[in-house]
């Protein structure tokens, strides 16, 4: 019933198996030349999200809202978009329409540097 592998809080280190890990030094994958290969990550999908602009209002004037019912924005008309990746800003932009669809211009893209800092 002490089973250190069916009930790993009663087992003391010495007992659990050493856990392997497969050697990376020659996965193409892994390492090219000391620069890391993006090849691993280019399919994995991101969520895009574009804001337009904020509003603060109080829950009152949220249930009075109906069909035609206008909600004004903290940004004035004209400002760029802000464009995000997985909830991190990465750009701004304007809107395009493209056969029927909206798009947006990037206009300006934050640097990598930038984006690293905002996550600390």
Known sequence: MNNPLTNPLTASAQELPRASF???????????????????????????????????????????????????????AGEPLDVYVNGTLIAHGEVVVINDRFGVRLTDVVSPTDRIRKLR
């Open 22 to 76: 497969q050697n990376l030094q020659n996965d193409p994958g892994a390492i090219n030349d000391g620069e890391q290969s993006l090849d691993v990550i280019l399919d994995v999908s991101v969520t895009l999200s574009m804001e337009v602009g904020r509003a603060r209002i109080p829950i009152r004037n949220l249930l009075q809202l109906n069909p035609g019912s206008v909600v004004e924005l903290e940004r004035a």
